[in-house]
């Protein structure tokens, strides 16, 4: 498989009063292959959110360079989309606005994007609440008109930030299901981040462990487990074991 | 405003026979006192007999009733309604074409707030009433008409002063520019950040994230301002140096004695301000039902 994404030694420096540095990101490395589902685990404060921010375009890298293809990428709005853990819809349009507002963005015709957002909907299998409000939504169907969202801006990576994480779980699981479903009928490149290693585990192909001061990957583990995954297998749970046994030493 | 409480359900007190009030049809026990008290008026009218003090009900009545009859040589009830609300709505319009763009740059750019800032808080405890008299000298009777150079158009703006303008100005300016900056303050950075991670450019998010965002805050601001606005006029209206105007009505009907047209008056000037305020509200209401309704 042919490397798309790459990081070359991303850092990031917050400035904190008075006068103190805060190292959020040092020196990371990461290639992503097209197509290839990325975990991204550690602990709170490990940077996980910047480094997403970051290759978003959100946030400017202090130092390092993000390559498509071997090329810097001039326009990271471009490329990728980001998917926030906060429920993120704008409240004041409904369903189908929403998912249609990527491409109102990039002037496709009305009736067009209109037709186009509703393929989205169905893909994550809310054609029955195209007219609702944002606010008349649960948590688990908000972020599911989100992913819907990012995916009608049709990026060649997304991103997504524990988008799961504010949902109880048997919603997370249902969630999760219909995220890898999307991702073999689309085959985007994924990068998730979670603080979740058995959401890691279920979803990814790959795995990187993140430590704190400074923020940065400590280990990479691959998941050479068929789909649809078995939490509860033997396999599982050593992977599980393995990952936790690396984030509490690193810790 | 807030919205009206629910008022508890009548349905059993049908049924337990209640006696008295509660029999009532609900729409109509809200009509008992303000009948009680045009009854109360009526029989104290009558019993004064002084109608240069307080004039009957019947005669109030009648003035609404023939609202294109010319009044004391004044024009009639309908056409000095119509001179205050195009001063208002004239004037009105310029705080809006003012204060919106600047309210909304005022909440998206720091550098401007702390500058103009110092400017809005120094002006902001001045009734704006006390500006007419300042308006007064400086603009004198000049109409809007003058403006463009003639003396007479025939039209309206003839009695449109610029004086008029410039005081609704200032009374609408606060209320809209406040809440005007207020809800810009508020719009969440999630948004705007989700827009930027859609690609959106400065000027789609501004119009598509940004204004629809804050719109619920600067309509707020646009029904305040017209109260206010409301208000100011009618005072404007009743110092001298006017010559129409509803304001200007009820002062002369005062000086002429002629109290049930002064009544009348004021029964127009509050049925206006109720009509401007729920005007403004059900458009509000359209446009920020998911504001009262988000978690």
Redesign the interface.
């Given at each position: 498989m042919m490397e798309t994404l790459e990081l070359n030694g991303l850092s990031k420096i917050f400035n904190a009063p008075p006068d103190r540095e805060v190292v959020a990101l040092k020196n990371v490395d990461l290639q992503i292959a097209s197509g290839e589902f990325v975990a991204v685990i550690g602990p709170t404060g490990c940077g996980k959110t910047t480094l997403l921010r970051i290759i978003?375009?959100?946030e400017a890298p202090s130092c390092g360079a993000i390559l498509l293809d071997g090329k810097p990428v001039i326009?990271l709005?471009?490329i990728?989309?980001?998917v926030?853990q906060?429920y993120?819809l704008?409240?004041?349009?409904d369903v189908l606005g929403n998912v249609a507002?990527?491409m109102?963005?990039?002037g496709i015709h009305k009736k067009e994007r209109l037709k186009r957002a509703e393929e989205y909907i169905a893909l994550v299998g809310l054609t029955a609440f195209e007219k609702a409000?944002?606010?008349?939504l649960s948590g688990g169907m908000q972020q599911r008109v989100a992913i819907a969202?990012?995916l009608a801006?049709d990026p060649e990576v997304l991103?997504m930030d524990e988008p799961f994480g504010a949902l109880d779980e048997r919603t997370r699981h249902r969630l999760q299901k219909i995220l890898l479903q999307i991702w073999q009928e689309k085959r985007k490149t994924i990068l998730f981040v979670t603080h979740n290693i058995d959401e890691a585990i279920y979803l990814a192909d790959r795995i990187i462990i993140m430590a704190t001061e400074p923020g940065r990957i400590v280990a990479q583990k691959k998941v050479s487990l068929g789909r649809p995954r078995d939490r509860l297998t033997e396999k599982f749970t050593k992977i599980h074991l393995e990952i936790r046994n690396i984030i509490e030493q690193s810790a | 405003m807030k919205p009206e409480p629910t008022l508890p359900r009548e349905g059993n007190s049908r049924k337990t026979a209640a006696p008295g009030l509660k029999r009532l049809p609900i729409t109509l026990q809200g009509f008992i006192l303000p009948g009680l008290f045009l009854i109360v008026w009526e029989l104290g009218a009558v019993w004064l007999d002084n109608p240069a003090l307080v004039p009957r009900v019947t005669a109030v009545l009648a003035v609404l009733l023939h609202p294109f009859t010319d009044l004391v040589g004044t024009g009639s009830l309908i056409w000095n309604t119509v001179v205050s609300l195009v001063r208002v709505l004239t004037g009105f319009v310029v705080a809006v074409v003012v204060c919106v763009p600047l309210g909304i740059f005022m909440g998206t750019s720091k550098i401007l707030h702390r500058m103009v800032n110092p400017l809005v808080e120094m002006f902001r405890p001045l009734c704006p009433i006390a500006w007419i008299p300042f308006a007064m000298a400086v603009f004198k009777t000049t109409t809007v008409s003058q403006l463009f150079g003639v003396r007479y158009t025939d039209t309206i703006l003839d009695s449109v002063q610029i004086g008029m303008i410039f005081i609704i100005f200032w009374g609408g300016l606060f209320p809209i520019l406040l809440n005007t900056i207020h809800g810009v303050a508020g719009v969440r950075t999630?948004?705007t950040?989700?827009?930027?991670?859609?690609?959106?450019?400065k000027a789609?998010i501004f119009w598509?994230?940004i204004l629809?965002?804050a719109?619920p805050a600067i309509l707020t601001g646009l029904r305040i301002g017209v109260g206010i606005a409301w208000m100011v006029i009618i005072a404007a209206e009743m110092l001298p140096g006017a010559d129409s105007g509803i304001g200007y009505l009820i002062m002369y009907s005062y000086e002429l004695a002629e109290m049930q047209i002064l009544v009348a008056c004021m029964v127009v000037i509050g049925l206006m301000g109720l009509a401007l305020n729920r005007g403004l509200q059900i458009l509000s209401n359209r446009v920020s039902?998911?504001?009262a309704?988000?978690?």
């Open positions: 978003a375009g959100l326009d709005h471009r990728s989309t980001l926030f906060q993120s704008f409240p004041w349009l507002f990527p109102e963005m990039k409000k944002p606010y008349e969202r990012a801006h991103l | 999630l948004w950040e989700t827009a930027r991670v859609l690609s959106a450019s789609q598509k994230v629809p965002a719109l039902r998911w504001k309704l988000e978690r």
